[in-house]
């Protein structure tokens, strides 16, 4: 069996870390729930296998998601990652065609340079060394590139990176230095012993042209060695913990685990999948246009990885999920922020909310909910009664004189079980009712009662509910002078999804501007969301003033939404009217249609009449 | 004794200086705009937990300022978060962050940690 001294730091390195690794994950399967260990053993054994292997070499190794967002940044990790397994894929395939015999310790393919540094007359030698030489050429290229990222981030379209500590330091330094000490390695033994190709033979020829190569051979091959020790020693407690535990996350997903309302092994396989990538730091309002630059995403999850949280910083998120859906790796952030939040808040709240009796029960066929915030819009709520009147149907107004909140500014202020209480009273009053269709105002409410009121009612959006009694022929609408812009708030939208149903209403109304590239599931937030306890007022105001000017950069004359939360934050800082998308469809029905709200309308110009005439 | 038909009454002025203002203090560190609070009543009008049970920020605030804990612990839970009174404030005065920041000095100090 080959051996030499210097293999040692190498293979103690990995012998740490694979132990390392053995112990956590164990440690994680069997903390599951017995259902969750189900799921895992089932799905070693089903077809998801195959999807998780395929997703795994797409992500974890080729990176496609990062490149299709910022090709260089995308080329960069894959060179580094792909690159780094075929070099280690391939030295094992040819350590094995040359010795197919021989006792292969896995430091002999890493180290096959030093044990066989000229193969003389094996005839596949000139292939594998090429390949060989092209591969570590392939990985140096991504180290520079990763240096030049550290140095000036800019030149990859990226305003910030993040901030490294002690571990990472230590494990990004020995990265570095493992692929330039390997060609230092091979060139000085490519210059003594020959057996060097295109890349390692004339680095070989040139640095054997200046230095004595024989005598610098040894110690290189022990610098490399100790760099891969090092690297392998720091790698759990590092950020480089990502590139064995996304595995492990890609596996978990596929065989169907998520995250639940309490930290589960999975919360810690996704944090430990966070590589601090940086790239959900530019897309943070609160850095862009707030100016803050501790709470993003990659920093979160770092603090609750090392149990460093700090209250004042984790309820200072929008949680718009800009960041989620940017994230290459996929991390529930929303879900994990949520389980630190419920952690934070120690004490269960007083559940005191029906001391008072709630309003009573209509049978209806649909509820109208129009939410809290609705009450303080209140041109919403007189346009969504005028439009049930017009279509002449049978409606609870559940929360008129005011009701129990939806629970979700609950949720979101880390009171979970509060809000199981609130969502269990306001869910008894809804099916109490007899109702068919549950139709709200409020992004925020149409959100819970989907995600976690589980009726067996529809649920709609007012923007869909309008849709269709428009398509219905319920109502009918004429179109309106002016173009206008719309803006989806955050919580119709990413995870949600409802942009079609409000292009679709107010394009029968209004002509309809673009919003360049924030829309959809790159919409912007209106600064004034309730999952935020922290951020000041001057805070908000400049995320909204900043969205605004995004959103009516196209010189649209109506930035129209449908959330009352985001109406009043606009309101504040637009100059360009800001209008719900329920209130131009009342507006839209006035023109042929008697109301009581033209009625009133109507005296005024009565009023102006009589008093020219008695001027 | 003498009836001199009058009596020396017991000393009744407020001790402003032993008001135990543990969360007061703790809140104005976390959010100092709860200085700015002038007692409206604006956000207890607007309150959505008010319609179903008593509770009022603006006397959280005023129970703060005093020092009466006890009595602010026993309604600091009630508040939903629904944000209504931070919209309605005149004085922009982060109201939701100071019921939370009441509630985790609440919870510190039942645990001696503050």
């Known amino acids: ?615 | 004794m003498i009836d001199f038909g009058y009596k020396i009454q017991t000393d009744r002025q407020i001790d402003y200086d032993s008001n135990d203002r543990q969360i007061l203090e703790f809140v104005r560190r976390g959010e100092p705009s709860i200085d700015w609070c002038m007692s409206c009543g604006t956000c207890a009008s607007a309150c959505t937990a008010a319609v179903t049970t008593e509770y009022s920020l603006r006397r959280l605030i005023i129970l703060a300022r005093r020092g009466m804990n006890r009595e602010i612990v026993e309604s600091v839970y009630r508040c939903r978060f629904c944000g209504k009174c931070f919209n309605a404030c005149p004085r922009s005065v982060n109201t939701r962050n100071i019921v939370y920041l009441m509630q985790l000095a609440a919870t510190k100090i039942s645990n001696h940690e503050i």
């Open chain 1, 1 to 615: 069996m080959k051996f030499d001294l210097f293999v040692l730091p190498f293979t103690l390195g990995l012998i740490f870390l694979l132990g390392y690794l053995t112990v956590k994950y164990t440690r994680w399967y069997f903390r599951q729930d017995k259902s969750d260990r189900q799921k895992v053993r089932n799905g070693f054994l089903s077809l998801k296998f195959m999807s998780a292997l395929r997703e795994i070499f797409l992500e974890s190794l080729l990176h496609r998601r990062i490149f299709m967002k910022n090709r260089l940044l995308g080329f960069m990790h894959m060179s580094l990652a792909f690159g780094w397994f075929l070099l280690i894929a391939i030295g094992n395939l040819e350590s094995r065609v040359y010795e197919p015999t021989a006792a292969n310790p896995p430091y002999v393919p890493i180290f096959f340079k030093f044990f066989h540094a000229n193969p003389g007359t094996f005839p596949l030698h000139r292939v594998f060394s090429f390949t060989m030489d092209l591969l570590l050429l392939f990985v140096l290229v991504g180290v520079i590139l990763a240096f030049v990222k550290r140095v000036y981030s800019r030149a990859y379209g990226m305003k910030r990176t993040t901030r490294l500590m002690l571990g990472d330091r230590l494990a990004l330094t020995s990265l570095w230095l493992i692929f330039p000490l390997r060609l230092l390695a091979e060139s000085f033994t490519s210059a003594a012993y020959g057996g060097g190709d295109f890349l390692t033979g004339s680095t070989g020829n040139l640095l054997g042209s200046v230095f004595p190569a024989e005598s610098f051979c040894y110690p290189a091959w022990w610098a490399y060695s100790l760099a891969l020790g090092t690297f392998f020693v720091a790698l759990p407690f590092s950020r480089y913990m990502h590139i064995p535990t996304e595995v492990v996350l890609i596996f978990s997903r596929h065989f169907g685990l998520t995250e639940k309302s309490k930290r589960t092994s999975f919360t810690e396989i996704e944090i430990n999948s966070c590589s601090r990538c940086g790239i959900c730091l530019d897309t943070c309002q609160m850095a862009f246009a707030g100016g803050i630059n501790t709470i993003q995403s990659a920093y979160q999850l770092k603090a609750i990885r090392y149990h460093n949280i700090q209250p004042g910083e984790s309820f200072n998120c929008l949680m718009c999920g800009r960041c989620e859906s940017t994230c290459p790796v996929g991390i529930d952030i929303s879900s994990i922020r949520m389980i630190t939040r419920n952690e934070l808040n120690g004490r269960t709240p007083d559940p005191s909310f029906t001391r008072k009796p709630v309003s009573l029960v209509n049978q209806a066929d649909v509820i109208y909910f129009a939410g809290c915030m609705t009450h303080q819009t209140p041109a919403i709520k007189k346009a969504m009664q005028t439009v049930f009147k017009e279509a002449d149907v049978n409606v609870w107004f559940m929360d008129e004189a005011g009701g129990i909140c939806c629970g979700r500014p609950m949720m979101l202020a880390g009171h979970r079980e509060q809000a199981d209480l609130m969502i269990e009273k306001n869910r008894s009053l809804m099916l109490e009712s007899g109702a068919k269709t549950l139709v709200t105002s409020c992004p925020i409410c149409y959100k819970v009662f989907a995600k976690e009121y589980n009726l067996d009612i529809r649920i709609l959006h007012h923007t869909e509910y309008l849709l269709e009694l428009a398509n219905t022929r319920k109502i009918k609408l004429e179109s309106l002078a002016g173009t206008a812009v719309y803006h989806d708030p955050c919580e119709l939208s990413r995870d949600i999804r409802i942009y079609k149903e409000p292009r679709m209403l107010l394009g029968k109304i209004m002509k309809l501007a673009g919003t360049g590239e924030f829309e959809k599931d790159n919409t912007l937030c209106c600064g004034n969301s309730l999952a935020n306890f922290s951020a000041s007022n001057e805070v908000r105001l400049s995320v909204a003033r900043d969205a605004v000017e995004k959103l009516t950069a196209g010189g649209a004359q109506y930035l129209v939404t449908s959330c009352p939360m985001c109406k009043k934050a606009f309101e504040k800082v637009s100059d360009v009217p800001v209008t719900d998308i329920a209130e131009l469809v009342s507006k839209a029905l006035h023109k042929h249609q008697a109301h009581p709200v033209t009625v009133v309308r109507k005296k005024e110009p009565s009023v102006a009449l009589e008093l020219h005439g008695s001027i």
